[in-house]
């Protein structure tokens, strides 16, 4: 029986390592996207050598649609198939709204937004062609609600939640389904890693979660393709509240944005 493949973007720290380990040790060969070869490599052999899935590296950089689509290409050669995307890759930029370098912001999308869009479109045509796969796209709590200091990166999240509703209703009867998936803060070292502009210093709001935990969601999704999975179950009610009463987050938010400038 031929195993099934999953392709990880981001996959050589944090959530994508965790994913790529779990898919693994599921019976899928999995494909691994990041920048850097070396770390990818010392990944691909831990999961070879504790689960024997195969574990094939394609480095590159997800802005960058040629790189993307010669790895897409180089895992359909390999392995002949494509059934699970899980679009995880992204960086961080944190500063007041009115203090963000353009520049910057730019290069931000281009990473969070346009990294998303080419391996999704990519994945989608031999998905449609085979009549089934699946496609996991990790956002994040704060393209729901956005937050003072995290407006930047909150912006491109906004921006994964709507690509998403629109290729769930565009996908529909083609076998081929899609969910996005929201975190909340993670134990990785996404924070420190991330690009601050002043004096905030980003680090995690609310109940901190393993890598692990997100990848259990993103391969529940992939079993039972839901809408949107939260990955903090309270995370769900606490949207839905901001949405219905959302002079109550304004106001918290204000009061948080305040005690931040006085620290």
Not at 90 to 96: F, I, P, S
Not at 199 to 206: D, K, L, V
Request: proline fraction near 8%; hydrophobic fraction near 45%; charged fraction near 20%.
């Amino acid at each position: 029986m031929e195993r099934p493949v999953a392709l990880i973007t981001g996959a050589s720290s944090g959530i994508g390592r965790a994913s790529a380990a779990l898919f693994a040790r599921e019976g899928y060969a999995v494909v691994l996207l990041a920048r850097t070869r070396e770390r990818l490599e010392a990944v691909a052999d831990a999961i070879e050598a504790r689960t024997g899935s195969p574990a094939m590296v394609a480095p590159c950089d997800v802005s960058d649609r040629s790189k993307v689509e010669a790895a897409v290409r180089a895992a359909l050669d390999r392995f002949g198939r494509l059934d699970v995307l899980v679009a995880n890759a992204g960086v961080g930029l944190y500063a007041r709204v009115e203090d963000v370098p353009p520049e910057e912001f730019e290069a931000l999308w281009r990473t969070n937004v346009m990294g998303v869009l080419h391996p999704v479109q990519l994945a989608v045509p031999p998905m449609r062609a085979a009549g089934r796969g699946h496609i996991a796209v990790v956002g994040s709590v704060v393209g729901k609600r956005s937050w003072p200091f995290h407006g930047p990166y909150a912006a491109t999240k906004f921006a994964l939640t709507a690509l998403v509703q629109a290729l769930r209703a565009e996908l529909a009867g083609s076998g081929v389904t899609a969910s996005l998936i929201l975190p909340g803060s993670t134990r990785t070292r996404f924070f420190e890693r991330s690009q601050v502009v002043g004096s905030y210093r980003p680090r995690p709001i609310g109940p901190a979660q393993r890598p692990s935990a997100v990848a259990r969601a993103i391969l529940r999704s992939v079993r039972d393709p839901k809408p949107e999975v939260y990955t903090v179950p309270g995370f769900r009610w606490a949207v839905a509240a901001a949405e219905a009463f959302p002079f109550l987050p304004d106001r918290a938010a204000a009061w948080w944005a305040k005690r931040q400038r006085r620290d």
